[in-house]
């Protein structure tokens, strides 16, 4: 993995061993906090007492509507001491989840960019080079006087290409070290020259190598089936001789070695009968730059790209091809509903404590089940799509959530509360009109309410209410 894939700064993450043992001493400070609170409400309740001792019947009321009071506030408080103790610990495994994944994605995306990453292969067309004299004129000033000068000077001129047919084929290697792409390349190209001068008939052929490359074997130039010999090392100017109206060709081949991309650069020359054939021997190949070719033949692997111009053409962008990888698309939606997945799980508690009876440890099972189901579905979404994940996770979730209920009509609600807390909100998350879907999480949820409380549509009967609540104290 690339070391520039980060998770989220500034989000917790307990995989971190400093961020552990500070959460962990946080949770014990606040868990004696909360311990001293429950001791100093029940003391003051025991002094109360002891100061109404002499009023029996004041005492008995009084006393005996706040032990009524406190026993509620601590059965209440166990239920709300209940949902933190889920609530924040999944919330930290949540973030925790969340920068895993982020760091996941982010990675995914920098091996991607590495697998393609170098100085890609530019080859530029030649240049047909000759010098002639031009004349011209400059003052001077001679003995106090300004005397215009006429004289000639030696000026650089370049030929225009009669023809080019190139065929250019690249097969794909991966370099093992760095996971990146390397092309080698087989080029050969036929240039035709006519000298359309009458007073000039000495030149010189310019056809550089590729730019970028990192091996370059068997380069030759021949004319006319004549290998022409290099004068001086690293430079690539061969002299010839070519008579006003004649016409002559070159040949230029090569192997060589680059980086994962092949451009064709014309040098903002006009290219006159140009024709360029690319073969890739891989897949995925695309053209590249934006000039469209003229044909493209796809044979299994093999993808043959072919630019095609009879008259004359001039183009800003270099003709070429390139590894086409996959786009990476819909990153940062797992990461998203991890951070709020504690607010969808804080909703969906508070349907099912409106709607049916619930014990403690229903709501510790409950919570334990919806957490997992996130962790679930976090590593399948690496796997297959997140959407897919989701339905195969919430159906386990609904058939253990019918559990929840004593009769037909608990389970029922239970079933409800479920889609319309948990399973409509996070598939909401994961799809892309999340506003839309989370609005209709939301209306269902509201009319639910309503239609339980409010109109007497949907209520347990008393028969239900029993046997909910003797399971719930068996629980």
């Not at 225009?160 to 087989?186: A, C, F, H, M, N």
């Not at 290099?230 to 016409?247: C, H, I, K, S, V």
């Not at 469209?292 to 043959?304: A, Y």
Request: aromatic share 12%; glycine share 6%.
């Amino acid at each position: 993995m690339s070391s520039s894939a980060q998770g989220i700064p500034g989000l917790p993450d307990l995989t971190h061993p400093t961020e552990l043992v500070q959460f962990g001493t946080q949770a014990l400070t606040a868990s004696v906090l909360l311990v001293f609170l429950v001791i100093a409400l029940g003391i003051a309740i025991a002094l109360v007492s002891f100061s109404l001792r002499r009023h029996q019947t004041e005492n008995v009321i009084v006393i005996g509507e706040w032990a009524v009071r406190y026993s509620q506030l601590l059965r209440g408080l166990q239920h709300l001491t209940l949902v933190l103790v889920l609530l924040v610990p999944g919330f930290f495994l949540c973030s925790t989840l969340s920068n895993r994944y982020h760091h996941w994605e982010q990675a995914k995306v920098a091996q991607v960019v590495e697998s393609v990453a170098g100085e890609k292969l530019e080859q530029s067309a030649p240049q047909v080079r000759y010098s002639i004299q031009e004349p011209y004129s400059y003052t001077t000033q001679v003995n106090g006087k300004i005397v215009k000068v006429n004289d000639t000077r030696e000026v650089t001129r370049f030929l225009t290409l009669g023809g080019s047919q190139i065929q250019v084929k690249l097969d794909q290697s991966v370099d093992v070290p760095g996971r990146s792409s390397i092309y080698r390349v087989e080029y050969t190209a036929d240039y035709k020259v006519v000298n359309q001068l009458n007073n000039v008939n000495n030149f010189f052929f310019e056809a550089p190598p590729p730019n970028g490359y990192s091996l370059l074997a068997s380069y030759k130039v021949e004319r006319d089936g004549t290998r022409l010999q290099q004068t001086n090392p690293g430079d690539y100017g061969f002299p010839f001789r070519l008579q006003p109206g004649e016409a002559t060709t070159f040949r230029v081949t090569y192997q060589a070695q680059g980086g994962p991309r092949w451009v064709y650069s014309a040098e903002g020359q006009l290219l006159s009968n140009f024709r360029l054939t690319a073969i890739a021997n891989f897949a995925p190949a695309d053209f590249a730059s934006g000039i469209v070719p003229n044909e493209i033949k796809v044979d299994g692997r093999s993808t043959q790209f072919t630019w095609i111009f009879n008259d004359n053409v001039s183009v800003k962008n270099p003709f070429g091809v390139f590894t086409n990888t996959e786009p990476i698309r819909h990153t940062g939606i797992i990461p998203r509903l991890l951070l709020l997945a504690p607010a969808i799980f804080l909703w969906w508690i508070l349907l099912l404590y409106l709607s049916l009876p619930m014990s403690f440890k229903n709501i510790a099972i409950a919570g334990s089940i919806f957490f997992a189901c996130l962790l679930a579905l976090t590593y399948l979404a690496r796997l297959i799509n997140p959407q897919l994940a989701w339905t195969f996770i919430s159906t386990i979730l609904l058939f253990l959530t019918w559990g929840l209920g004593a009769s037909r009509s608990t389970s029922l609600a239970a079933i409800i509360c479920t889609i319309a807390g948990a399973v409509l909100p996070i598939f909401g998350l994961l799809v892309p009109f999340s506003g839309l879907t989370l609005s209709v999480a939301g209306l269902l949820s509201a009319v639910w309410l309503a239609v339980r409380h409010w109109y007497g549509w949907f209520t347990l009967h008393p028969e239900d209410q029993r046997l909910q609540i003797q399971r719930n104290g068996r629980d």
